[in-house]
């Protein structure tokens, strides 16, 4: 899928996909297990494989919200 998506509403979590970055689909929710606020992200990506050349991975139209 193109866009994913994890958004916290009234003390859940949902984790969301979409291919066009409008509509979304909940494939998964949970009730968080401790505040969001405490949670830090990070974005990784490679392999455990040997690679002849290297790759590019790319992280676009990352938000965060600010805590309101």
Do not use: C
């Not at 899928?1 to 291919?19: A, L, P, Q, V, W």
């Not at 494939?27 to 392999?47: E, H, K, R, W, Y």
């Amino acid at each position: 899928h193109k866009y994913f998506r994890i958004r916290g509403s009234h003390g859940i979590t949902y984790f969301e996909y979409s291919t066009d970055g409008i509509s979304y689909t909940t494939f998964a929710s949970q009730n968080n297990p401790i505040p969001l606020t405490m949670v830090d992200l990070a974005l990784q990506a490679g392999t455990w494989n040997a690679e002849v050349s290297t790759s590019t991975a790319k992280f676009d139209d990352v938000n965060i919200n600010p805590t309101p």
